[in-house]
């Protein structure tokens, strides 16, 4: 706009002009407003707005204003920051048109129509019975009052059944993504730029206006949001509009961990901020503007929850991660405590955690997080699954789908759309109990297999591969079928204490490099194939090495971890030992059992007998020697193994020089003696290799 062709106005023309040619979206409202303004007598007389701060309660005023102006209606407005929450502030904003001296006095009203508007009128919150009970009922039918607050409507207005016919609420929401993109338009702000402000202010107003400040202003603040980071001014200007007042540190604390759970409940907030009584601070959450109510409990505004989240992580680095690690406590409980799509349904919660980490990449449609659950397919799902393949991979993984869906058809999971069609498929495979003619007709099942072979899985483990992961309309893009792909394997896994390896194959795989090596799934060097023209990749877990729990962990410390560091892109040494191996080590350790530092070398340091015996540590060679002498100690436990037990024990715990004095020690024959070690030893490594092969029994 020429401001020098506006000379001859005033500059609160000008700003007006300026902030009129930027106003966008809200028809619906306006619409509802024209309707009533142009009724002889409106169809309600209060129109009740209401939305967090910055959502652009104000600027939805001055349009209704003007629109009033130019029928001629008189505008009169009462903003609740200017004026103390009495009778008579009110009263006399109000001069005129409504005569306050007295409760028999008539209101005095201009012929025209007639528009009241209470802007911020969550700071008038002590008068709204008056302004219910007794001052709306004093207006004329033909005014019509508009009130913007933070706050819902109270439960008077609500439980009132003749209010509801004269009152219509409205929930201010966010921009839509093409009302976003007409006002950066207005703004001027470069095109390319567009989806990065309205991805970090999710359609906000007030956001936007910010970032879009932000952008004219350049500097760093530009760069945080080319980075897809939200400014440091722009959140601390923020954080005031989503929270007034902060009560106690347990309110700030309560908000806290809102912003970063998924769903809050009372039980989280108990357990988290470690309260007995958590009904207050739920129902002090439940009131906010910013925080809204759903089937399984609270949630903020995406823009809110980035903002304090963010906040929080700036302002106490520490009390962030405290925060973070009760929350996901709380929700680990439940995952141990639930099952079906209860158990789903916590694991969503726990990986939503990880949403806005800078550690851990996250390629998920956060957007569509928690919404659509995996479920078992069923053989009338069959055409569709196979069609699908085919539409993505080609005939040849299309043949190798419907062997498999024949083979293992409980291996297939779908997600569907509201008709009941499939809109994404999974298909994870036991390769342990799969056929050697079905793995060899499968290049994807043969590499994984081949893998495996390394370190052959034990009688019992399982060989588990996602082996088809395709969304309907994005394949293997961020979707609701990839969203819940890791919630399958993550329930699957804590369902299996008998998994040994994980495994995983992704077609195109490198973009998928950094995001699974930070998630300890590191890709498998040497095993791509290539099936129909397309390239793929296998990326697998040991769970021998890092059990689940373990590994949820791992992540966890990762992902809060600043300086974290992503591991070279190769898979971590699989850690068990065949029965060959096992029995090797086990004899080898008796021999060096006065010898730490030989013991340090074992490759028992890296058996899972070990591991289970200690925790938040690797094992040494006192672990070492603990489990020789649990093993011993079972050994001298049955009677009728005394001859063995004293055999190993002149051998190795108490050493006689050679082995032909051990036996005139022990007072009996050298074969006797060879016979009695060569048993008691086995004893000893079946002990072992038992808690190895099915863990420790306490």
Known sequence: MDLMAESAGTLGEVLASLRRGRFVGRAA??????????????????????????????RLLDAFAEQAAHVGATVIRIDGRDLPPSRQAVLDSLSGIVDGSGAGTEPVWPAKRSVIMFDTYERLAPLDDWVRSSLAPRLPLTALTVIASRSEPGLGWRAD????????????????????????????????????????????????????????????????VESQRLPRDLVDALVGQFVDVLPTARHRQ???????????????????????????????????????????????????RDVLDVDLRWRNPEGYKLTF???????????????????????????????????????????????????????????????????????????IAQRWLHAQPDGFFVLRHQDGSVSGVIGQLDLTAASAEDIAADPG??????????????????????????????????????????????????????????????????P????????????????????????????????????VDAWLELVTERALAQDFT??????????????????????????????????ARNPLLRSRVLRDRITGREPDAVDLEGALSDALDALRANPR????????????????????????????????????????????????????????RR
């Open 29 to 58: 409202e306006m619409e509802l407003f024209r309707l009533a303004l142009d009724s002889p007598e409106p169809p309600f007389s209060i129109l009740y707005v209401h939305g967090p701060g910055g959502v652009g309660k104000t």
């Open 161 to 224: 059944s003749a209010w509801r016919d004269l009152l219509r609420v409205v929930s201010l929401r966010n921009l839509s993504s093409a009302e976003g993109r007409q006002y950066l338009d207005r703004c001027k702000i470069r095109p390319d730029l567009h989806n990065r402000l309205l991805n970090l202010s999710h359609g906000h107003p007030l956001a936007l206006s910010l970032l879009a400040d932000v952008v004219v202003r350049g500097g760093q603040a530009l760069a945080d």
């Open 254 to 304: 309560a908000l806290e961990a809102c912003a970063l759970a998924r769903v809050t409940t009372e039980a989280l907030l108990r357990e988290v901020l470690d309260v007995d009584e958590a009904y207050e601070l739920f129902e002090w959450l439940r009131e906010l503007a910013v925080v809204d109510s759903g089937p399984d409990g609270l949630y903020p505004h995406d823009l809110a």
């Open 325 to 399: 690690r009760r929350v996901r406590d709380h929700i680990h409980r439940r995952l141990a405590a639930t099952r079906g799509r209860e158990q789903q349904r916590a694991i969503f919660d726990e990986k939503y955690l990880f949403r806005n980490l800078p550690s851990i990449l996250s390629p998920i449609d956060w957007s569509d997080w928690g919404r659509h659950y995996p479920e078992r397919a069923q053989p009338a799902d069959s055409d569709q699954i196979l069609d699908l393949v085919a539409s993505w991979e080609g005939a040849e993984s299309r043949a």
């Open 445 to 510: 099942a043969q590499v994984a297999w081949q893998f495996a072979q390394q370190n052959p899985p034990r009688v019992g483990e399982v060989v588990e591969q996602t082996r088809f992961v395709i969304d309907r309309n994005v394949y293997q893009e961020p979707s609701p079928t990839l969203n819940a792909t890791p919630i399958l394997a993550i329930q699957r896994s804590l369902q299996r204490p008998n998994l040994a390896l994980g495994l995983l194959t992704v077609a195109e795989p490198e």
């Open 512 to 547: 998928w490099d950094a995001y699974f090596a930070a998630a300890d799934i590191p890709r498998v060097p040497g095993a791509d194939f290539t099936i129909g023209g397309r390239r793929f990749g296998l990326f697998a877990h040991d769970f021998r090495q890092v059990p």
């Open 566 to 599: 992503l591991p070279p892109a190769q898979p971590a040494e699989p850690l068990a030992l065949s029965k060959e191996d096992f029995d090797d080590a086990v004899r080898q350790a008796l021999r060096d059992l006065h010898r730490p530092d030989l013991l």
């Open 641 to 696: 193994d005394d001859k063995l037990f004293r055999a190993v024990e002149r051998t190795y715990v108490l050493p006689a020089t050679t082995q032909e004095a051990a036996a005139e020690a022990l007072g009996i024959p050298f074969s006797s003696y060879r016979r009695h070690l060569v048993r008691g030893v086995e004893r000893v490594t079946a002990w072992l290799w038992q808690r190895e092969v099915y863990g420790t």
